[in-house]
C-alpha cells in the first residue's frame, strides 16, 4: 500500500499541467493541504477522537496566503479518569507559496505544534495540492513531507498522502494514506464531511497499519467558518 501512495505523489506531479482552482480544505482528515484561509476569514474546529478526547483549534486568515492559529488538546474529557490540559496551547501556522493555476500546484509551508490520539505532531511540512475540474465534480490530490523534530530538522522526516473527492461544493469524500514513511505506525483514512453553512460536519475512520492496539477507530470533528 505504500508504494501505491507514493505513486499518487509521483501522479500528482504529473497531474500539475491540467486546469485546476484554489480549493478550500485546509486538511483531509490528518494530512495538510496546500489551501489556507482568505484575508478575514475565522475557522474553530473542535476534534472528538476516541478516548474521550477533544483536540481545539483556531486558525485566523490575516492575508490570503497566510493564517495563523492555535491549538489546545484536552484528554480524557469525555468518560472516567482524571482530565489532562496539554499546556501549553501549540502554535499553528501555514502560508502559500504559489497558487494551483493551470502550470503549477499550490505549495504551502507550515508549522503544527499538537496532534491527538496516536497522531505525531507535524511540525514543520511543506504540502502539495492539485485539484482537478471533471466536469460536474473536482478531484483534489495532496500530499505532504514533515517532521515533528524541528529543532533537529531532517533527523526524522514522514510523509503523508491522499485524495479527495467533492461530490458537491457541500459533499466531500476523502482518503489518505498518513506517515508513509513510518515503520510500523502508517494510517489508512476515510473521511465524509458535509458543509451545512457555517458548519461543516467531519467522520473519520481510521486504520492503523501497524502493531497498534487500537487498530480501528473514529473520529468526529465540527468546523465553524466565519468573517470579520
Known sequence: MKKIFLNLLFLMNILTFLFASQARNIELVDVPTANTLIRGEVRVDIKFYPGGGILNRLY?????????????????????????????????????????????????????GESYFDIKARGLFISITKELNLGSFFIQLDGAVYTNEFTQFGKEIDAGAGISFAITPEFIISTEYDSILGNEDGHFNIGIGYFFDPIEIDIGIKYGLGNMENRLSRILKILYISYF
Open 60 to 112: 485566523v486568515g490575516f492575508f490570503d496566503r497566510l493564517m495563523v492559529g492555535g491549538a489546545l488538546n484536552i484528554r480524557n474529557l469525555i468518560g472516567t479518569g482524571d482530565v489532562e490540559l496539554v499546556f501549553p496551547p501549540k502554535f499553528l501556522g501555514k502560508i502559500r507559496l504559489t497558487d494551483d493555476t493551470s502550470t503549477i500546484p499550490a505549495i504551502s509551508i507550515g508549522y503544527e
